[in-house]
């Protein structure tokens, strides 16, 4: 008689094991094949910026300063942190929020997404979840000056 309820025990405890094994796989692949999807229209969309902010900026024939100042408005305007590099991959300018995040850092180049332009100048732009407000923030509110 004993023997049959640890049969019985063995078999629930292995059913349920099962269960959890098979339903854990199937979440991670299912999370796993919304990530590609995510990060695929977050790059098109990237991408989509990128070509507009290329037909808005002046030509790369233009004097820097005058590429730095229309990146800085359209920053402002946007508000998000972007850079902007020549062909040769020498920097132009920066946003100002750009520079306060310090994404120049080597280690804050995994958090940068870039976008060639046609004419082969190179626009920065943070990568989405990087822009998190600071632990504590309340919606709404003006961050902290750094």
């Not at 309820?5 to 099962?18: F, G, K, N, W």
């Not at 299912?30 to 808005?56: C, F, N």
């Not at 804050?108 to 990087?130: C, H, I, K, Y």
């Amino acid at each position: 008689m004993r023997s049959l309820y640890l049969r019985i025990y063995v078999t629930v405890v292995a059913a349920l094991s099962l269960f959890a094994l098979v339903s854990g796989w199937l979440v991670q692949s299912h999370i796993d094949e919304q990530r590609v999807r995510v990060e695929g229209a977050v790059r098109s969309r990237a991408e989509a910026w990128g070509e507009l902010i290329q037909h808005v900026m002046p030509p790369a024939d233009r004097p820097d300063e005058e590429q730095v100042a229309a990146l800085r408005d359209w920053s402002q305007r946007l508000r998000m942190p972007m850079a902007l590099d020549d062909a040769q991959g020498r920097r132009l300018g920066a946003s100002e929020s750009f520079l306060r995040r310090d994404f120049d850092r080597p280690l804050m180049a995994n958090r940068l997404q870039s976008v060639r332009f046609d004419d082969g100048r190179v626009l920065w732009l943070p990568r989405p979840g990087t822009l998190r407000p600071p632990a504590g923030a309340r919606p709404g509110e003006a961050p902290p000056p750094a």
